[in-house]
């Protein structure tokens, strides 16, 4: 069975810190990899999202990379500010056609 | 810009009502999802539908039903409300999985439902 681990739990960083979030799954034969935001008492925001073919996909200050072969998935986020404080999620999905799995989150809190 | 809306931000009710968590996507989707996430606990699948009228239980079914009669609209019924069924409660969309970098879900605000 699947599982999505996201560690730390939580991450305090003061704001123009580049950082790093960490996702880990235990089946390599993924069908695809996604980040998500997650602001408080919302819904989530799909931010990046790899195909298992793919090594990493950026979108502005943001850079996701996959390795597969050691089910690992890091989040880079260049120049924090403020506002990238949220809860960021990671996701796999093992096929093309139904659920997709959710790690538990990383809270992020960036210190102005 | 696809739009997913929840029927209500915040909903409180009492055990033993029946309660009715309504889904509306705007991009004609075929598939809907229904997820509930709790502390500690993530985000868990309840139903979910690949078209009108079908429907497929998650990981969490026990307590919950769910009914697609339009494409468009996707319902989570709870038969009869108890307390540990208080939670956040998460509508989600996807068009048809293909080849492509927008295939992913699309989530609507959340409902949090407190069961008294």
């Known amino acids: 069975k699947q599982e999505v681990t996201q560690i730390p739990a939580a991450l305090s960083v003061p704001e123009g810190e580049n950082l790093v979030l960490n996702c880990s799954f235990t089946?390599?034969?993924?069908?695809?990899l996604q980040w998500f935001r997650q602001d408080p008492g919302k819904g989530l925001t799909s931010l990046l999202l790899?195909?298992?073919?793919?090594r990493e996909q950026t979108s502005g200050r943001l850079n996701a990379s996959l390795d597969k072969s050691s089910g690992r998935s890091t989040l880079y986020i260049a120049a924090s500010q403020p506002g990238d404080s949220a809860t960021y999620l990671c996701?796999?999905?093992?096929?093309?056609?139904?659920?997709?799995?959710f790690g538990k989150g990383t809270r992020l809190h960036i210190l102005p | 810009d696809v739009k997913v809306t929840q029927s209500s931000r915040y909903l409180v009710k009492r055990t033993g009502e029946k309660v009715f968590l309504e889904c509306v996507q705007d991009?004609?989707?075929?598939?809907m999802f229904w997820y509930r996430q709790d502390p500690g606990l993530g985000l868990r699948l309840i139903y979910f539908?690949?078209?009108?009228?079908?429907?497929e239980k998650g990981d969490i079914p026990e307590g919950y039903s769910v009914s697609r009669e339009k494409k468009e609209r996707f319902s989570l019924i709870l038969e009869s409300a108890s307390t540990n069924q208080t939670s956040m409660y998460l509508c989600?969309?996807?068009?048809?999985?293909?080849?492509?970098?927008?295939?992913?879900?699309?989530f609507g605000p959340g409902t949090r439902l407190t069961v008294l």
């Open positions: 989600a969309s996807r068009p048809e999985y293909g080849e492509s970098s927008t295939d992913t879900q699309y």
């Open positions: 089946d390599s034969a993924i069908y695809n």
């Open positions: 790899i195909q298992s073919s793919q």
């Open positions: 996701a796999v999905s093992m096929n093309r056609d139904d659920k997709i799995i």
């Open positions: 991009m004609d989707h075929e598939n």
């Open positions: 539908s690949y078209d009108v009228k079908m429907k």
